[in-house]
């Protein structure tokens, strides 16, 4: 039978405004957008027939759900990836520092200069999360929701359609959109960019 899981991204944060490898709570604006989403059609209808609800355990994450009106599960395996020693640094202070190691990241997702888990593990990682789903869903449909962090919708968006990690970096997950992905029989198919509405991002 056919998996659904429709994943949203978290409304905008400081961290996120400025490219930090960090957590932190919504911004103002993005509380207040995440807040007029919550009437949005799209919202009412996804909480409405999800069977199980989840969300990155993030600060943003779980504030982005709450705002939504949704009692989301925080999930370890929807965790954003470790960045090791450069969390907590925004993107464009570490390639100033190390220019070489930002380069080798960005290009070759087995490294992990920062020492934390690189591309490719958090490929597989979340790759598993999303096949054990559709297994777990046979012989009934299942529908999942959850607020997931960019890079966990990124990840899980080239997993789905089978294209190889590279791609990872030119996929654009704007805040509070939905990205869809329907399974059957280990095959994906994808619908992303809905945006929930409730203002402009």
């Not at 995440?34 to 027939?49: D, I, L, N, P, S």
């Not at 949704?70 to 100033?96: H, K, N, Q």
């Amino acid at each position: 039978m056919t998996t659904r899981v429709t994943l949203i991204s978290p409304a905008l944060s400081t961290a996120l405004r400025e490219a930090r490898f960090a957590d932190g709570p919504l911004d103002a604006a993005g509380l207040r957008q995440a807040e007029a989403a919550r009437g949005a059609f799209a919202v009412v209808e996804q909480r409405a027939t999800a069977d199980r609800v989840f969300a990155s355990p993030s600060v943003r994450c779980r504030q982005t759900a709450e705002a939504l009106g949704l009692v989301a599960e925080p999930l370890p395996e929807l965790r954003t990836c470790a960045m090791g020693r450069w969390r907590g640094r925004r993107l464009d202070e570490v390639s100033a520092d190390e220019p070489q190691s930002v380069a080798a990241w960005l290009t070759d997702p087995t490294a992990a200069p920062h020492g934390g888990e690189s591309l490719k593990a958090l490929h597989i990682r979340l790759g598993h999360w999303l096949d054990a789903l559709g297994a777990d869903a046979r012989p009934h449909s299942a529908r999942v929701l959850a607020v997931a962090e960019p890079d966990v919708v990124r990840a899980l968006t080239v997993h789905a359609i089978g294209a190889p990690p590279q791609v990872f970096w030119r996929i654009d997950v704007q805040p509070l959109t939905i990205t869809e992905l329907s399974g059957r029989n280990g095959r994906w198919n994808l619908r992303s960019g809905r945006p929930l509405g409730g203002g402009s991002h």
